[in-house]
């Protein structure tokens, strides 16, 4: 038997033998060193979308209650702390406290499961901050600032936002460690009173 028929039924050689096998482990070390980035993103993004949430919830808390019930709650009744010259709002009422919301016993179980680590400049990684209108003007980037109170002048940026306030520039901030590196996530927001619905229509 000759030609093509008996060329077909040798098999391969040991060099095409040789080239399959590199180009086999070429494709499982491109998977491996894939799935072991994948890994690594997922782990590092984990606290991310964790402060991410949390962030979230607390403005939807916020936007939850009357625009006096947020402000007394979650920055005039709270416990501040003055953290690289700013004061921000780092617990103390049961807006913050509240274990049935679960917002901060969530961060809680996450810090004490090692996921996120506690940041260096505070023992609380949730921290908010009621903005002036210098300082809504300074953290949204506006041209212009914004009379909040409508008294004819602009609050300067040391200055705390006053109860008259028709609406409220809200800033919170997660900020915790990752292997000795602090990471933040900053939500901007603008709390003003909601319309009551009449469920009757």
Do not use: C
């Amino acid at each position: 038997m000759s030609g093509p028929r008996q060329r077909r039924l040798k098999g391969l050689t040991l060099a095409e033998v040789v080239i399959a096998v590199a180009l086999l482990s070429v494709v499982i070390v491109g998977f491996g060193s894939m799935s072991t980035l994948s890994l690594r993103a997922s782990r590092e993004a984990g606290p991310h979308f964790i402060a991410q949430e949390a962030a979230v919830r607390v403005v939807e808390r916020m936007r939850s209650s009357a625009l006096d019930t947020a402000y007394q709650a979650w920055w005039v009744n709270a416990t501040k702390v003055s953290l690289g010259g700013v004061e921000w709002a780092v617990g103390g009422t049961s807006e913050y406290d509240d274990p049935d919301e679960g917002v901060l016993a969530g961060l809680d179980d996450v810090i004490s499961r090692g996921v996120m680590g506690l940041p260096s400049d505070t023992p609380r990684v949730l921290r908010v901050r009621f903005l002036s209108e210098a300082e809504y003007q300074a953290v949204w980037g506006l041209a212009n600032p914004e009379d909040l109170n409508f008294d004819g002048t602009i609050d300067a940026a040391a200055t705390s936002p006053g109860a008259d306030y028709r609406m409220y520039p809200v800033l919170v901030e997660l900020r915790w460690s990752d292997q000795g590196t602090e990471k933040s996530y900053q939500l901007k927001a603008v709390l003003v009173n909601q319309p009551v619905l009449d469920p009757r229509r």
